[in-house]
């Protein structure tokens, strides 16, 4: 157990792997939920497996749990750290300090807790910003980098104001998600229609009902889990002034790029080759938004053959601490 989860309770409810609804058979053999202590912050991360360390960063508006289904199959290579982002799930809730840079500082702290100097990280969605946060801020700390399923702020151009309905369907959240009050007091109570619909109309295959009713209710539990998911939103100018910055320095670290077909596409390594030297693409068939949930299977395969120089190169080494 690490220093800084001495002396902290047991994670309890829902969010936590004792009580997360219809996790995988034996899910709860590998993988336990703790909280550390950060900096300030109380992070709740769910760990568990064997080999070198594997950062998964999970986007909006969901939790850890969007990762349970390839964490099983991740845990026979990898020791597995998959954290509630801060303003998410078990996680606190400050106030401030949703950029971007900020979030990858939480984690670097969280693996440094845990004493993992080097590690290599997936990231969907708002985890793909975060993850590219971590790789420009802290080189030193990451070996390979996942990331899948967004655009960049700060990097990918803007669309227009007026965008045809197809791609403003697609994105109008962010304008929202970015106001200051007003759409927490539009979501709340409604959080089954909001959420549900981002849901619903970004799966090529729909997630099962347990699994939305499980983030929508993570989300409705109190104003301030509504609060708390809008935060890396409305940190985004930060967020933008930190990646015009992070692009002047180019990633060199291998980089895989996933896109759902029925989504972003091969946008996704676009997007990624406008800061980074090598970036592989994979586009795939049948997915849309929630790769590791419509696509476990094709998202594990992939994860597992990008990182395989990664475990293959740690094997006959000592775990980095």
């Known amino acids: 157990m690490s220093v800084a989860s001495v002396g902290l309770p047991t994670p309890e409810g829902p969010g936590s792997v004792s009580e997360a609804p219809n996790l995988p058979a034996g899910f709860s053999d590998t993988f336990t939920s703790r909280y550390i202590d950060t900096g300030g912050l109380r ?29 099983p199959a991740l845990a026979r290579d990898f020791f597995v750290v998959a954290p509630d982002q801060r303003g998410t799930g078990l996680s606190g809730r400050p106030s401030g300090g949703y950029d971007t840079g900020t979030l990858a500082g939480d984690l670097v702290a969280l693996m440094d807790a845990l004493g993992h100097r080097r590690f290599a990280v997936a990231g ?32 990918s151009p803007s669309p227009p104001l007026f965008a045809n309905a197809h791609l ?43 699994a939305v009713k499980h983030y929508v209710d993570t989300l ?16 985004l100018d930060a967020t933008i002034a930190q990646n015009q910055q ?24 676009d997007t990624m080759k406008l800061a980074a030297d090598d970036v592989q693409t994979l586009v795939i068939p049948g997915c849309a938004h929630w790769v590791a949930e419509e696509t476990p299977e094709e998202t594990f395969a992939a994860l597992t053959a990008f990182l395989a120089p990664y475990r293959d190169g740690h094997r006959a080494q000592p775990q980095d601490a």
């Open 124 to 155: 969907h969605d708002t985890g793909m910003w975060i993850g590219y946060a971590l790789a420009a801020d802290h080189p030193d700390r990451l070996e390979r980098l996942a990331v899948a399923e967004t655009p960049l702020p700060g990097l």
């Open 43 to 71: 992070q709740h991360v769910v760990t568990g497996g064997e080999g070198p360390p594997l950062l998964l960063v999970h986007g909006w508006p969901q939790t850890w749990y969007a990762w349970r289904l390839v964490m």
């Open 246 to 269: 992070r692009k002047t320095r180019r990633l060199t670290l291998p980089v895989l790029a996933i896109g759902g077909a029925h989504s972003l596409g091969e946008q996704v390594a």
């Open 220 to 235: 409705a539990s109190s104003p301030e889990a509504l609060h708390g998911s809008f935060g890396i939103y409305r940190a």
């Open 168 to 210: 403003n369907d697609a994105l109008w959240h962010f304008a929202f998600n970015r106001l200051a009050e007003v759409n927490d007091q539009l979501a709340q109570g409604r959080e089954e229609i909001y959420f549900g619909w981002q849901f619903a109309t970004k799966a090529a295959r729909q997630l099962p009902s347990h």
